[in-house]
């Protein structure tokens, strides 16, 4: 057997293989958060060693979103379990692996843009250039952080489908979860009409868009602060270490939790009794997604309601926001709402938002 030939036949083998772990990989980016709480990268240059590297460009195919998508995330776990004693010795090491497996065939600038949102016309070009990088290590540090959350998940891929002509397309998966719902996941892929090349810009968990829901969270900051603001925001909720979590604690977690934007949070629990309405549970914007908002109306159904508050456990501004909608639906159904056991978090949310007299509270004894 010639060189070349020896040469295709370990392309072919080394291909083989990483496909067949590719599928374990994706899973991990479906349960993506929005946000971490950990802290930071610790060299924002890209760190290069030869040694390590074991993705070569010709071994991935950018021509075909579909095998691109598997291939990459073949490549990626693989480095990933190579190198899992040092990663656990020294969990950043997976940000120089999603910076050198991953990152390129990510579309960041595009992702940025769209973050960026209409509010792109009134940034400067200095403005963008420095986001963007800063943008990009954000996506690296968020990545990396959720592959500490890898246990063994399978993913089924969709049929590959015709994308001839096709400049943006999907590539649909489904995250097989033990003893819970599997989710849906899509990779959104863009063509480079230059060199007919693809790369991934957003990942759609169960209908939610990623980029959507970035767009949402920092297009208001962008616009009353500017993208200067936004850009050292990022760069501080980048600036954070890898952290392997207790496995223990997730699972309890996970078991109180249900599926948002393709991570888990936990839930609030609604209950009426007597005319009252029993909250139960974090007041949240991740919570408060999961309620069926065609309900609100039906806790009136019966007249005025008393909100009691004494087991919300978290509340955010989103949470906060919530209530005035209660009050919103109670003046439409005719109705009086008072609202009773505030936790001590909430009433401070109020006297720091300026809203305090405008929801009817009734302090017990």
């Known amino acids: 057997m ?30 993506l958060p ?25 071994l991935v ?19 990933f379990a190579d190198e899992q004693q040092e990663i656990r010795n020294n969990p950043n090491i997976l ?15 595009y992702s940025a843009f769209k973050v960026i949102g209409q509010q792109l016309k009134k940034t400067t070009k200095q403005e963008r250039n420095e986001f963007v990088p800063v943008f990009r290590e954000y996506l690296v540090t968020s990545y990396a952080q959720v592959f500490t959350l890898y246990d063994n998940q399978e993913v089924v891929f969709s049929p590959e489908k015709n994308f001839a002509g096709k400049k943006i397309i999907a590539v649909n998966t489904r995250v097989v979860m033990s003893g819970r719902n599997d989710i849906n996941v899509a990779f959104k892929v863009r063509k480079n009409s230059k060199n007919n090349t693809w790369q991934a810009f957003d990942m759609i968990a169960e209908g939610v868009s990623l980029l959507d829901s970035k767009q949402a969270e920092l297009g208001s900051i962008i616009r ?40 888990y949070v936990n839930t609030v629990n609604l209950t009426t009794k007597d005319g009252i309405l029993f909250i139960n549970g974090e007041l949240s914007r991740r919570s408060l997604a999961l309620i069926n908002k065609n309900n609100y109306s039906s806790f009136f159904k019966c007249g005025d309601v008393t909100v009691n508050l004494s087991e919300v456990s978290k509340v955010d501004t989103a949470g906060l926001a919530w209530l005035f909608c209660l009050l ?38």
């Open 2 to 31: 010639n060189s070349t030939a020896s040469n295709i036949m370990m392309t072919k083998n080394m291909k083989e293989k990483i496909t067949s772990i590719s599928k374990r990989l994706l899973c991990v980016l479906a349960l």
């Open 95 to 109: 940000k120089d692996i999603v910076r050198e497996e991953l990152m390129p065939y990510i579309n960041y600038k």
């Open 328 to 365: 919103e639906q109670a003046i439409a159904c005719s109705c009086q709402i008072t609202f009773i056991h505030l936790p001590d978090k909430l009433h401070k949310l109020i006297e720091l938002s300026g809203v305090n007299g405008l929801l009817p509270i009734t302090v017990s004894e």
């Open 61 to 79: 195919d950018q021509e075909n979103p579909y095998k691109m998508i598997e291939e990459v995330a073949g490549l990626t776990f693989k480095r």
């Open 224 to 263: 009353q602060k500017g993208l200067p603001y936004v850009t050292n925001l990022l760069r501080k909720k980048s600036d954070r270490n890898i952290v392997f979590k207790d496995s223990n604690a997730n699972t309890t977690a996970a078991n109180n939790a249900k599926l948002y934007k393709g991570f």
């Open 34 to 58: 929005l946000s971490f709480t950990q802290s930071a990268f610790a060299d924002t240059a890209v760190k290069t060693n030869t040694a390590k590297l074991s993705s070569p460009a010709n």
